[in-house]
């Protein structure tokens, strides 16, 4: 990983002729994701710079358009890449609130305190987010709420959370 530079998301698909991306991205870093920002793309060790040349923030994703990316086949090109911003150009959050980079790799474990899995993902869906936890063999899908999420403590590395009548199934070992 580069010096300061922070994932938010990744290209989910083209959008349009013109070189425009569909971007599923933690919503908390709209303020990073304007015309004239730097963005940086990457694909295993590959990286390459763009600056935004616009933006529109949609219900669940971003709609960006990258200087340099003019139509389709440009476009086409990016999907499925991760993104990540300069670390300075994300603002501080609110107490209790994290972006998505701030939670990838905890533990997620049940209010029994049963390990459900790391962190591995976050969906943004237009009623609230998921979050993936996954161990070998087992994927727990969260939704992001207050009824489920208990408590995210950064510093003891652990995401507390409650599991709802036929959320997923939670078997006894």
């Known amino acids: 990983m580069g010096s300061g530079l922070l994932w938010i998301g990744a290209i989910t698909k083209p959008f349009g002729l013109r070189g425009h991306l569909k971007v599923q991205a933690d919503p908390a870093s709209v303020e990073s994701l304007k015309p004239g920002g730097r963005i940086y793309v990457r694909q295993d060790k590959e990286q390459i710079d763009f600056v ?11 709609i960006l358009r ?22 300075e ?14 939670m990838i790799g ?6 029994e305190g049963r390990f459900l899995g790391c962190l591995e993902e976050v969906i943004s ?3 609230h987010d998921v ?5 070998p063999g087992k994927e727990y899908l969260i939704p992001a709420v207050a009824e489920v999420i208990l408590s995210v403590d950064q510093r003891e590395g652990e995401i507390k959370v409650r599991a709802l009548q036929g959320l997923w199934e939670v078997d006894g070992h």
């Open 89 to 102: 150009s994300l603002g501080k959050l609110p107490e209790g609130e994290y972006y998505w980079y701030q």
């Open 52 to 62: 935004i040349s616009e933006a529109k923030a949609r219900n669940n994703h971003f």
């Open 106 to 111: 905890l533990r997620v474990v049940s209010e």
């Open 131 to 135: 979050w993936v936890a996954r161990t």
């Open 66 to 87: 990258f200087t340099g990316v003019e139509d389709r086949q440009g476009a086409e090109a990016l999907v499925g890449r991760a993104l990540y911003v300069r670390e």
């Open 125 to 127: 869906t237009p009623a």
